[in-house]
Every structure is written in C-alpha cells, then in structure tokens.
C-alpha cells in the first residue's frame, strides 16, 4: 500500500534541473500522463503542488514545505519521487524507473528551455526522439495512451 518511491541523487543537478523537473510534475496539464505511467491517482502522500510558479520552488523553500509531494525536495542528497503504485512485474518496475530517468535527462542544460520544460507534448517529442533509452516507457506510453 505504500507505493513505490524512487530517489536520485542531487549531487550532480543544479537548482534549474530541479525547478524543471519539479515544474513538469506540477503542471495541471500533465495530470493524465503522470497518473497513467505511476499507476495511481494524486493521494495524502504525493500531492501535486498547485504553487503559482513551481519552477522557482527549489530557490524559495526547498526544505520548507510538506515532504508529500509528487517530488519531494526535503532531502538534502536526493529528490524522491514519491507517486508511483507498487509495480507487480518487471516491466511495470522498469517504465516506472525509466519516466525518472527521462525527466533529469530531459531536464539537463541545453535540452529544453525552462518555458518548455512543463509541457508534456515536448517531453513526449523528447521521449519518442530518444526511446531507445527508454524502451518499457515508450512501450507502456503507446499501450496504455498516456
């Protein structure tokens, strides 16, 4: 019941990486795709912060707030994301790892501005355009048509 979690290291990001990353995740828009690929809705525990301007939230309050958000930026050497249901076989596990791991590839320096960055149609073009990295995500995004 309590879901899966997955945690990266922040050592290597930067402040821009994380707003980025935690902008796409918050964005009303991507509701429906974050929601097919983790495998369960927005509960107590992964709540989708509805901040004006989520792309500044690692510079103004990043260890001030709920640890129960979709990404949770409370640890100091990880970003955990925290909205994915217990996975029931490999595949489900590797789709689930690879959306995390395609969101920091995604969010790197020089791959999509900060203005693009939320918006689920670019990071679908960045999925397709790469998805040999991410064979279990493309597959379960054009199965399930998230």
Known sequence: TT???VHISREPMSFLQLG???AFMNNEDNNDLIIGVAGRSENNY????NTPNPKVFPWMNEFGRLRY???????HR???FRIFSTPDK???FMH??????SLVDYSN???VSVRDAEIEDVYLSYVYKNRHQYPHLWKHILTNGV
């Open 69 to 75: 958000r979709r990404v949770n930026l409370q640890n």
């Open 109 to 111: 320096p020089g791959v």
């Open 78 to 80: 990880t970003i955990e």
């Open 3 to 5: 879901g899966m979690h």
């Open 20 to 22: 980025k990353i935690y």
């Open 96 to 101: 689930k790892l690879e959306f995390c791991k």
């Open 90 to 92: 490999y595949e489900d």
């Open 46 to 49: 992964c709540l989708r912060d």
